[in-house]
């Protein structure tokens, strides 16, 4: 299994909701990334996990909460989100570090949301 | 709207033409640069790779070029085929685990 599966494809939902986002690998990868991607931009990274601890957040807002149940599994959960943040975020894993090959990030097809 | 006004680079070229699509870096200390292919409706995919103490190297159909100097990096994509028209991002390792995209550029493949 080389792939990274998003759930949903597409969520919509209002300022006062809480939903999540998931994501799942089977590669056996220890590292796991957020990205959030605006239309015509490039990715922007959110969140790392490596083995299974938060090693980056890149200044996200609160409303934004990661949590990575093992090693096969990522989530984000969403709360009290405005209409800016709507947006594609994806969900990509690698390698545990060390080596150059950490880096290779594979991505799933993403969750579009938006936020009304 | 937000996007008003933005828009990708676009690369228009012909079926079996060849492709060069440009990435200016920021760091110097970055030791590791991927590219990656981003077609409609799809996540990021990893094309070809390069480390910092190489200047080129070649995959399949693809080349990616390397200058440290400039701090500049090339992919050129052989006989390109309408397939290959998808948006692509350089990416370059910036510390620990941690990837950083540039601008993008929309390659459009006209029959």
């Known amino acids: 299994d080389t792939e990274v599966t998003q759930t949903p494809k597409h969520l919509v939902m209002g300022m006062t909701n809480k939903k999540s986002l998931k994501c799942e690998q089977h590669?056996?990868?220890?590292?796991m990334y957020w990205y959030k991607q605006k239309a015509k931009k490039p990715p922007e990274l959110m969140f790392v996990?490596?083995?299974?601890?938060?090693?980056i957040n890149e200044s996200v807002p609160s409303r934004f909460s990661p949590e990575c149940p093992n090693s096969s599994l990522l989530n984000l959960h969403l709360h009290a989100l405005q209409p800016e943040d709507s947006a594609l975020y994806l969900c990509?894993?690698?390698?545990?570090?060390?080596?150059?090959?950490?880096?290779?990030?594979?991505f799933g097809a993403g969750s579009r949301l938006t936020v009304l | 709207g937000e996007n008003v006004g933005l828009h990708l680079p676009t690369l228009s070229v012909q079926e079996g033409d060849n492709s060069i699509i440009n990435c200016a870096y920021s760091?110097?200390?970055?030791?590791?640069f991927i590219w990656y292919k981003q077609e409609s409706g799809k996540g990021p995919q990893f094309i070809i790779d390069?480390?910092?103490?190489?200047d080129k190297r070649q995959g399949q159909r693809v080349t990616v070029l390397l200058n440290k100097t400039v701090k500049h990096l090339s992919l050129q994509i052989a006989a390109t085929q309408p397939g290959d028209s998808a948006v692509y991002f350089c990416?370059?390792?910036?510390?620990?685990?941690?990837?950083?995209f540039g601008a993008g550029t929309r390659l459009a493949v006209h029959p």
């Open positions: 990509a894993s690698s390698q545990g570090p060390p080596g150059l090959r950490a880096n290779v990030l594979t």
């Open positions: 390069i480390r910092s103490n190489m």
């Open positions: 590669m056996g990868h220890r590292a």
């Open positions: 990416a370059e390792k910036s510390g620990y685990n941690k990837l950083i």
């Open positions: 996990y490596s083995y299974e601890k938060l090693s």
């Open positions: 760091n110097s200390a970055s030791d590791y």
